[in-house]
């Protein structure tokens, strides 16, 4: 795809730097560099240039580098000006630009225009954001992965044999007195077992992109629990500083604290939450309410309770706290995984525990003196699915795994039509509707609203 304009935008973040890039693309870009740098660079060589204005004075000197079309990272004519990173100079520079005739990019423009010129697939696209945003060094790796073009590989290799398995089921269908086959067999014998083949080749990516959208989003863990329970000095444990104010005082927390941290690769996304009681005012109600609001959203739930409050409490054992607990439990919000936390136990003189068959899992720890903290992030990190960061993880999205998922039912329901003696018709639609679903996932069927909505989220100059 030629685009029509030439763009320009600021690639370097904002505030002031060592160094700052003003990137254009597009064809007008030799006309554009002949007026600021006097004349076009050699191709992909760093010349150093004066960068001048309209009157031919020097807005700032640097290095201009030149990639001429179609090998560039749009596709298109691209020239980076890289000169001193005062906020005031880039601006000056892209106002320049903008005076000859580029427009200001749209955030994540550079990126489209490499998609549609056929430079990344989409996937490899939305890593790049994914490169950039990412929040842990497994997320980058993960990420870096996908850029590379794994991800899209191994979607492609499913593609091609859910194509090639049509193409023996249809030849079938428009011959079927000829022997296409091999290896000997009825078409539906053999179909079934290349198709529960490929069936097995899914899941294997499903579980791979579902551990990389994990990765990628992070798990939100909403600390919960009756004031005075020790849900901040928790918060303040696992964040390893003082964000949340600790106090004797029921009732220090009234809004929602959050932290983000790192566990073990894992990007971990903290909630500590007011204590939930009835209301002394309308403040601490609205406090109750987000809190009860921000449990809906929660991967899971650390239910912190008060050791010495919660009743018998059997030697090592997590079923314990009798009713009243069961009572408080009842409370929380329908069919979200939690796992009650005893906290203070220090103060009990008891050592830490973790019991992983009751309903809901039971630990035993100390705020205060971190005892037990070890056992509480293995167990966040179990919560997570067993993520191995460093096999197999691919960066992806919500919308990949959803994608994964229609492909295998499509795929599922053909191979248990077969098993089920349906006619072999039904079987390549199946098979055809599953090549959609993946095509969604590299770009190759997209609505022009879903690319809006994806490359609107990047940065601008990228």
Same mark, same amino acid.
């Given at each position: ?41 050699? #191709? ?12 031919? !004075? ?116 428009? +011959? #079927? ?16 077992? =290349? ?18 959208? =994990? ?28 964000? !949340? ?96 936390? +005893? ?10 525990? +973790? ?30 699915? @067993? ?11 919500? =919308? ?5 998922? =229609? ?32 095509? @969604?996932?590299?770009?190759? +069927? ?17």
């Amino acid at each position: 795809m030629a685009a029509p304009d030439t763009i320009v935008a600021i690639a370097t973040a904002p505030g002031r730097g060592a160094v700052g890039i003003v990137r254009v693309s597009g064809p007008d870009v030799p006309r554009l560099a002949a007026l600021v740098l006097g004349s076009l660079p050699a #191709p992909r060589r760093a010349t150093l240039a004066q960068f001048r204005g309209p009157d031919g !004075a020097s807005l700032d000197a640097g290095l201009a580098l030149y990639f001429p079309a179609p090998d560039s990272f749009t596709g298109e004519h691209v020239l980076e000006l890289q000169g001193h990173g005062g906020p005031i100079v880039l601006d000056l520079l892209r106002r320049r630009l903008l005076v000859l005739g580029c427009r200001a990019a749209r955030p994540g423009e550079f990126t489209e225009r490499a998609f549609h010129n056929g430079k990344l697939d989409l996937a490899q696209a939305e890593a790049v954001a994914d490169l950039i945003d990412a929040g842990s060094a497994a997320a980058a790796r993960a990420a870096a992965r996908s850029l590379a073009g794994e991800f899209s590989q191994r979607v492609r290799e499913l593609q091609a044999e859910l194509t090639a398995l049509r193409v023996a089921v249809e030849a079938e269908l428009d +011959f #079927p007195d000829e022997d296409l086959g091999s290896g000997g067999g009825s078409v539906a014998d053999r179909s079934q077992a =290349r198709a529960t083949r490929a069936l097995a080749a899914c899941d294997a990516l499903l579980a791979s992109a579902r551990r990389g959208a =994990r990765l990628r989003q992070g798990l939100c863990v909403v600390i919960a629990g009756r004031p005075n329970a020790g849900k901040s000095s928790l918060m303040n444990r696992l964040a390893q500083e003082d964000v !949340a104010i600790t106090s004797d005082l029921p009732g220090t927390t009234r809004d929602l604290l959050r932290q983000s941290i790192e566990l073990d690769g894992l990007p971990l996304h903290l909630v500590d939450t007011a204590g939930l009681r009835e209301p002394g005012d309308r403040i601490e109600a609205e406090g109750i309410r987000r809190a009860t609001t921000e449990m809906r959203r929660a991967d899971r739930i650390l239910y912190v309770v008060d050791a010495s409050d919660a009743g018998p409490l059997p030697d090592r054992a997590g079923g314990c706290g009798g009713s009243a607990l069961d009572a408080q439990l009842a409370d929380l919000p329908r069919g979200l995984p939690t796992t009650v936390v +005893f906290n203070k136990i220090d103060l009990l003189a008891l050592t830490p525990w +973790f019991d992983p068959t009751a309903t809901p899992p039971r630990l035993g720890l100390s705020a205060a003196t971190g005892e037990g903290l070890d056992l509480l992030r293995e167990h966040l990190r179990g919560a997570s699915g @067993e993520l191995d960061l460093e096999a197999d993880t691919l960066s992806a999205r919500s =919308r990949h795994v959803d994608a994964l998922v =229609r492909a295998r039912a499509h795929i599922a329901e053909g191979v248990q039509a077969l098993a089920a003696g349906t006619l072999a018709e039904l079987f390549a639609e199946d098979l055809a509707q599953a090549q959609h679903a993946l095509g @969604e996932i590299t770009g190759e +069927f997209t609505s022009d609203d879903l690319l809006g909505q994806i490359f609107a989220s990047f940065c601008i100059g990228k």
